[in-house]
């Protein structure tokens, strides 16, 4: 099992940045691919951008070209750097990390708490 801890949510104005940070603990896994999804109030749980173990990276239309999603050297910290923040990107961010059990070779999910971004107009 894979245990996530997000951090770095807040309220910014429009136009503001904002990075968030999961960091991915455990034993025995390797981690196949790390992403970011977002859920606003009254609507479902959207995909936002994801980097595979290979560094490949891809990004929902809303947020090409503003987001950056990136990680650390051990590959376990993944992070999604928010600019040009619309009130439209307000919602609950989730990390996603897909993995891999090293012994059993099972595949498997684990989700973030989710933290609240929030951008005012």
């Known amino acids: 099992q894979v245990q996530l801890v997000e951090s770095g949510g807040g309220l910014v104005q429009a136009g503001g940045s904002l990075r968030l940070s999961c960091a991915a603990s455990g034993r025995s896994f390797s981690i196949t691919s790390m992403g970011w999804y977002r859920q606003a109030p009254g609507k479902q749980r959207e995909w936002v951008a994801t980097i595979t173990n290979g560094g490949i990276t891809n990004y929902a239309d809303s947020v090409k070209g503003r987001f950056t999603i990136s990680r650390d050297n051990a590959g376990n910290t993944v992070y999604l750097r928010m600019n040009s923040l619309k009130p439209e990107d307000t919602g609950v961010y989730y990390c996603?990390?897909?993995?891999?059990?090293?012994?059993?070779?099972?595949?498997?999910?684990?989700w973030g708490q989710g933290t609240q971004v929030t951008v005012s107009s």
């Open positions: 996603k990390v897909d993995y891999k059990n090293i012994y059993t070779r099972l595949t498997a999910s684990s």
